[in-house]
């Protein structure tokens, strides 16, 4: 498979542990796409799963964790992971804020300098949801609906392969067809690029919301990196500095392709 280089690639929420979690296509992914720099931007094993009995690993799930390894340790990668609040167990580690795990540095959050000179805060973004405050109970509820939907969506995708139509996320579908979903993205977005402003930073790259962009927000770079759940999207910086937002296409057969989505702002 033809590789592509990159500067810098940033993937979140993948949830290692789940059944939901895409790990063949990430795996596929990060083989043909090596990079400078690679950072990790929280949810990407799902604790809250792994500590109930309700958790999945299979083998491909510890191919991911080994190929990260190995572009850390043999590839020359700089590796930096930024857990989330569903890897938040890695967070009570940080009291240096600062914790190495071989060649992987684990941070709370980090600032990336572009090609071009931008400074770019790298956060998982569940600071700014209203949801993750409230008590754990609530948002496990939250979890556990959304684990239904995945539960159906892959009935429902098993029926479509057999009639060879391509693959439909059923969760994707929902939150479009709710407009309180798309009024908590947008307020999402808008508290995150307010904090960067606020910080003095040129863009932030985050995560959580599952839901991948590039866009500008009051003179802010935004960058959500999606998830290896639904879409399957990582945001990238190329050699020339210029910014794209990636799609690992679902497919049953070796034709999958990164696909550089054109985004307004």
């Known amino acids: 498979m033809e590789q592509t280089r ?5 993937i979140s929420d993948v949830h290692l542990g789940t059944r939901g979690c895409k790990a063949a296509q990430l795996l596929a992914f990060l083989k043909s796409h090596p990079c400078k720099q690679l950072y990790l931007v929280g949810d990407i094993i799902d604790g809250w799963r792994i500590s109930t009995s309700k958790w999945y690993w299979p083998s491909d799930h ?16 700089q590796v930096t992971y930024i857990p989330g609040n569903h890897d938040e167990f890695l967070r009570g580690y940080l009291h240096g804020h600062l914790l190495q795990m071989g060649n992987i540095r684990v941070l709370h959050e980090t600032i990336h300098t572009t090609l071009r000179g931008d400074k770019l805060w790298v956060v998982h973004g ?3 949801d209203g949801a993750t405050r409230h008590p754990k109970l609530v948002t496990l509820l939250g979890d556990a609906g959304y684990t239904l939907l995945q539960g159906i969506n892959g009935v429902v995708n098993h029926c479509r392969r057999l009639f060879h139509l391509p693959y439909w996320s059923l969760a994707t579908a929902v939150k479009r067809k709710v407009k309180t979903a798309a009024t908590y993205i947008a307020d999402y977005e808008e508290a995150v690029a307010h904090e960067t402003r606020r910080r003095g930073h040129d863009g932030v790259v985050c995560g959580h919301i599952h839901h991948a962009s590039q866009r500008t927000i009051g003179g802010v770079q935004y960058f959500n990196c999606g998830d290896w759940v639904e879409s399957c999207t990582a945001i990238a910086e190329d050699l020339h500095g210029e910014f794209h937002v990636l799609h690992w296409q679902d497919s049953q057969s ?12």
């Open 254 to 265: 070796l034709q999958e392709t990164v696909v550089p989505l054109k985004l307004t702002a």
């Open 6 to 10: 990159w500067n810098a690639l940033w």
């Open 62 to 77: 510890n191919k991911v964790l080994r190929r990260i390894l190995r572009m850390a340790e043999k590839e020359h990668t």
């Open 126 to 128: 569940d600071i700014f």
